[in-house]
């Protein structure tokens, strides 16, 4: 490139202000992917000059309704650009989710019938609302403009992408080397993505880590399309409560959306200090500034317990209510401070085959433990008590038709029938 060029294109950039800056730091916050930065401060100068927000597109398949806070990490950063008076467009893809998109798997995911997609459809949009402004979002669904295509314009889609370069996804190109199949539909499937984003006219695309090839997709083919080309950001996995692997139901380290006020606050407040730090960027919606002086002052002697109740409130709030944020906080400091049970024990019917059971098996029926021999640890540090009493023999039985109060550890508690 000549100097006279980069000069010409460098007289075109529109000036960055302070605010601009700002938005940006807000965005980046927390990303995993951002590209291309250089390019979207541009945008956001184009959007100040012009009064023109900027379309923000985030692409769901409703594959399955297994909602937890881990699925929202996303959603906090299109309300971010929400607030930042951008427009977000929630799309639902009830045309991609019925060919079935094998991202990260290394075998092709079965399509979905209509019912399961509408009932799919109307979970995520229920989760969307918890985190968006509704009012405020532009809901599409992609069969608006893939069911037009036809034959022939589906085959005009393809013919501006190569082969060569679908290969290049990971599973892909896995599979391919493996030998493993590799149906046709799939490989259409990121095109119809892809195309998703000329159809919106996208400015900027979300995704998950996983959904990068794609996106990248829809950039290349709003440029073969004549359109500016889309930013991309994606979001990392957010860890679960265990602080070692990402948030997931089969690994029992999940906060779940709809969990009781209560199992909610206690849960947030069991996650590390280190932890809550990367979940105040990945999960808050407040500000850059707000975050840097909690920081500052937990790192000058303030109890970094008080930011993680902060956290805990928010959470809670934005699921339920702010009311059952402050009750949550009031019950867990009745329990925890004042070593109080809790007011809404769950009530646990336990089978006895043989007329009595051993008191880990119980605790594992009860769902108080992942296993038996969690249990036995949790007895040999002294985090079982039964009606108050420490439980020291990992022997004990009970007998049928006994009903006790348990707690395991300083959160769960049960009472359970023996039956």
């Given at each position: 490139?000549?100097?006279?060029?980069?000069?010409?294109?460098?007289?075109?950039?529109?000036?960055?202000?302070?605010?601009?800056?700002?938005?940006?730091?807000?965005?980046?916050?927390?990303t995993?992917?951002f590209?291309?930065?250089?390019?979207?401060?541009?945008?956001?100068?184009?959007?100040?000059?012009?009064?023109?927000?900027?379309?923000?597109?985030?692409?769901?398949?409703?594959?399955?309704?297994?909602?937890h806070?881990g699925?929202?990490?996303?959603?906090?950063?299109?309300?971010?650009?929400?607030?930042?008076?951008?427009?977000?467009?929630?799309?639902v893809?009830?045309?991609?989710?019925?060919?079935?998109?094998?991202s990260?798997?290394?075998?092709?995911?079965?399509?979905?019938?209509?019912?399961?997609?509408?009932?799919?459809?109307?979970?995520?949009?229920?989760q969307?609302?918890?985190?968006?402004?509704?009012d405020?979002?532009?809901?599409?669904?992609?069969?608006?403009?893939?069911?037009k295509l036809?034959?022939?314009?589906?085959?005009?889609?393809?013919?501006?992408y190569?082969l060569?370069r679908?290969?290049?996804?990971?599973?892909?190109?896995?599979?391919?080397?493996e030998?493993?199949?590799?149906?046709?539909?799939?490989?259409?499937?990121?095109?119809?993505?892809?195309?998703?984003?000329?159809?919106?006219?996208?400015?900027?695309?979300?995704?998950?880590?996983?959904?990068?090839?794609?996106?990248?997709?829809?950039r290349?083919?709003?440029?073969?399309?004549?359109?500016?080309?889309?930013?991309?950001?994606?979001m990392?996995?957010?860890?679960?409560?265990?602080g070692?692997?990402?948030?997931s139901?089969?690994?029992?380290?999940?906060?779940?959306i709809?969990?009781?006020?209560?199992?909610?606050?206690?849960?947030?407040?069991?996650?590390?200090?280190?932890?809550?730090?990367?979940?105040?960027?990945?999960?808050?919606?407040?500000?850059?500034?707000?975050?840097?002086?909690?920081?500052?002052?937990?790192?000058?002697?303030?109890n970094?317990r008080?930011?993680?109740?902060?956290l805990?409130?928010?959470?809670?709030?934005?699921?339920?209510?702010?009311?059952?944020?402050?009750?949550?906080?009031?019950?867990?400091?009745?329990?925890?401070?004042?070593?109080?049970?809790?007011?809404?024990?769950?009530?646990?019917?336990?089978?006895?085959?043989?007329g009595?059971?051993?008191?880990?098996?119980?605790?594992?029926?009860?769902?108080?433990?992942?296993?038996?021999?969690?249990?036995?640890r949790?007895?040999?540090q002294?985090?079982?008590?039964?009606?108050?009493?420490?439980?020291?023999?990992?022997?004990?039985?009970?007998?049928?038709?006994?009903?006790?109060?348990?707690?395991v550890?300083?959160?769960?508690?049960?009472r359970?029938t023996?039956?």
């Amino acid at each position: 490139m000549t100097v006279e060029l980069e000069k010409a294109q460098e007289a075109k950039k529109l000036p960055v202000t302070d605010d601009i800056r700002e938005a940006m730091a807000l965005i980046r916050r927390g990303t995993d992917t951002f590209l291309i930065e250089e390019e979207f401060e541009q945008k956001l100068a184009r959007s100040k000059m012009t009064g023109e927000p900027l379309r923000c597109k985030l692409g769901l398949d409703p594959t399955a309704p297994d909602i937890h806070i881990g699925h929202t990490v996303v959603l906090n950063k299109l309300r971010q650009l929400q607030d930042l008076g951008h427009t977000v467009i929630f799309l639902v893809g009830d045309f991609t989710a019925a060919i079935g998109d094998p991202s990260g798997r290394n075998a092709t995911r079965p399509p979905l019938s209509h019912e399961q997609i509408v009932q799919n459809a109307q979970t995520y949009l229920n989760q969307a609302g918890l985190v968006l402004d509704l009012d405020r979002t532009e809901v599409r669904y992609n069969s608006e403009w893939c069911n037009k295509l036809g034959s022939v314009g589906l085959i005009q889609l393809a013919s501006r992408y190569t082969l060569a370069r679908l290969l290049e996804r990971d599973d892909f190109a896995k599979r391919y080397a493996e030998q493993a199949p590799i149906a046709m539909h799939e490989l259409i499937y990121p095109l119809m993505q892809g195309y998703d984003s000329v159809a919106l006219k996208a400015d900027l695309e979300l995704g998950g880590s996983d959904q990068r090839f794609n996106l990248l997709v829809g950039r290349e083919l709003q440029r073969q399309y004549g359109q500016e080309p889309q930013c991309i950001l994606t979001m990392p996995l957010l860890v679960g409560l265990d602080g070692q692997v990402k948030m997931s139901k089969s690994k029992h380290n999940y906060i779940g959306i709809t969990d009781a006020p209560n199992d909610m606050f206690g849960k947030v407040m069991s996650i590390s200090d280190s932890l809550m730090w990367d979940w105040y960027d990945l999960l808050s919606l407040r500000g850059n500034a707000e975050i840097a002086q909690l920081k500052k002052e937990c790192s000058e002697g303030r109890n970094p317990r008080d930011a993680k109740v902060l956290l805990a409130k928010e959470i809670v709030g934005r699921f339920h209510s702010d009311c059952a944020a402050n009750a949550a906080e009031d019950e867990f400091n009745a329990r925890f401070r004042a070593g109080a049970m809790p007011s809404d024990i769950p009530e646990v019917t336990v089978e006895a085959p043989a007329g009595e059971i051993g008191v880990g098996q119980m605790l594992k029926a009860a769902g108080l433990v992942s296993s038996t021999s969690d249990a036995n640890r949790n007895i040999d540090q002294g985090g079982v008590r039964i009606e108050g009493e420490k439980v020291s023999d990992k022997g004990l039985k009970l007998k049928a038709g006994t009903v006790v109060t348990v707690q395991v550890g300083k959160r769960k508690w049960a009472r359970i029938t023996i039956a």
